[in-house]
Structure formats: structure tokens, C-alpha cells
């Protein structure tokens, strides 16, 4: 069997094969990582990103049946126009994946309310405009579609710290939720994956730190980190055929953290209220 034939396979399996899909934070990380199995399993994918440079380099490694947008999330205009953009290339939208976002630390009296505001406007309101683009998309192509949102294990478990992050993506779960009761008669599903640590670049100065590794190995039953793959495996099975009965579900993809707890270590890098 040829490399294309097992992806016609893998495609027609999930249901993927054809689909047009738009992701945001789609350069790097787990959003890459989504981009790289959607191509694989037969579908063309759009990412989107704020770097030009970053966006073109994916594509390369991605090939023929990605292309790219630039967008701010958090620019409601220029998220609207990037998935219209989308859809007057592919003539369809099916799929979605959010997952551009960003780290915060800060405690309550070191990050000011503008701080607290501005990772909210990428979290969740970024996660909101581009839902709004999308399933208008879907809606108007009258084919129904499926939605995930990435979101973390901090929007359960408190992490000192880091308030914002964690009021953010506790957000995004409620969105998810809101958003599936609503659209479910439409055909449009909506999902969301819960990463815990994740070896990404939003989290590479956390990696840097040994100690703080450790200290979240320490709390998975797996003891290690994960891989953007490992996510993105989950993010396709919400997408696809195989997730069909699945909607307004908050999955955890953490090595069983969420069983546990988060780590301390505000003290480590100086967020603990003193």
C-alpha cells in the first residue's frame, strides 16, 4: 500500500478526507501538530497565526494542501475576513481548531487589570470571535461541522500563580459547552481538549526550569510530559467520524494530572502572594 493509499484509508476511516478545516495558532505547537494529522487523514487545512514567517514555514513542511492567513485572534475583523478568505478558496468550511493563545504569571498584585484583560482577549475572547466566523461558515454551507477548542487542565485545577490562564481557559470550557447545547440541532458539534504540560513553546521556559518539571512529572500517574501529537490524535477523533456522538465535551490529554493536582511552584518563579 503507497503512502497516499494509507492516507485515503486514514481519511475515510475519520471521515476527514475532502473536509476543510481553519486553525488558529495552526504555525506552531499543538496547533501545527492538528494541521500535520488533518493533512494526513485527506483534508486541506488553513492556518492561521499573527507571524507571516512562521505561517509560510509551517506550509512548507505541511505541503500542497495547506495555505495560510494572518490574523490576531484577538481582532475580531481580522479573524471574520480570514475565514471568509478560507471559505472563498476552499468553497466549504467543515472543521475548526482554536488554538492560539497565551501564557500568563502573575499573582493578583502583580498583574494589573490591563494584564488580566489582555489574556482574556486572546483566551477567550479571541476563542469566542473565531467561533462566531466559523459557524457562520458552517451554517451557511449547510453541512453541518465539528469544532475543537484547546484548552488546559488549568480551567480545573488552580495553579498559583497563574489566575488569569486559568480563569481564561475556565471559560473556554463553559464556551465549549454553551456553544455545543446551542448549535447541536445544526449539526455542529463543539469539543474541547485540556492539555497539561505540553512540550510547546508557550511553555518552553517552564521546561527550562528542572525543578518545575519535575514537579509536574510528580503529579502524573504517566510521569512525563506530552508530545503536540499525542494531543492532536484526541483533536481528530473529536473531528471525526469516530466522535460523531461526542459534543460539548471538555477531554483531558494530561498523562492523568488532572487526577491529582497542579504543581506549586509560585514560589520558584516569584508569584506567590507575599
Known amino acids: 500500500m503507497t503512502d497516499q493509499d494509507k492516507t485515503r484509508v486514514l481519511g475515510n476511516a475519520d471521515g476527514l478526507a475532502g473536509k476543510v478545516a481553519f486553525i488558529t495558532g495552526g504555525g506552531t505547537g499543538i496547533g501545527l501538530a492538528c494541521a500535520r494529522q488533518l493533512v494526513e487523514a485527506g483534508a486541506r487545512v488553513v492556518i492561521a497565526g499573527r507571524r507571516a514567517a512562521v505561517l509560510q514555514d509551517a506550509c512548507a513542511l505541511l505541503g500542497d494542501a495547506a495555505s495560510w492567513e494572518v490574523c490576531d485572534t484577538a481582532d475580531e475583523a481580522a479573524v471574520s475576513a480570514a475565514v471568509a478568505r478560507t471559505v472563498d478558496r476552499h468553497g466549504q468550511l467543515d472543521l475548526a481548531v482554536n488554538a492560539a493563545g497565551i501564557g500568563s504569571g502573575g499573582n493578583l498584585l502583580q498583574l494589573d487589570t490591563a494584564g488580566f484583560e489582555a489574556v482574556l482577549r486572546t483566551n477567550l475572547l479571541g476563542v469566542y470571535a473565531a467561533m462566531r466566523a466559523e459557524v457562520a461558515a458552517m451554517l451557511a454551507g449547510g453541512r453541518g ?19 488569569a490562564y486559568c480563569v481564561s481557559k475556565a471559560a473556554v470550557n463553559m ?36 525543578p518545575a518539571v519535575d514537579a509536574y512529572r510528580a503529579q502524573m500517574p504517566l510521569g512525563r510530559e506530552g508530545m503536540p501529537d499525542e494531543v492532536a490524535s484526541m483533536v481528530l477523533t473529536l473531528l471525526g467520524q469516530r466522535g460523531a456522538w461526542v459534543t460539548g465535551q471538555c477531554l483531558a490529554v494530561d498523562g492523568g494530572n488532572s487526577l491529582r493536582s497542579a504543581p506549586d511552584f509560585s514560589s520558584m518563579f516569584g508569584t506567590a502572594v507575599t
Not at 465539528?146 to 480551567?155: E, G, L
Not at 445544526?186 to 508557550?202: C, E, S, W, Y
Open 145 to 163: 461541522g465539528s469544532i475543537v477548542n484547546i484548552s488546559s487542565i488549568a480551567a480545573v485545577l488552580t495553579h498559583k500563580g497563574m489566575s
Open 175 to 210: 464556551l465549549t459547552r454553551c456553544m455545543a447545547d446551542d448549535l447541536g440541532h445544526k449539526g455542529i458539534r463543539v469539543n474541547a481538549v485540556m492539555p497539561g504540560l505540553v512540550a510547546t513553546d508557550i511553555v518552553a521556559e517552564l521546561l527550562a526550569v528542572q
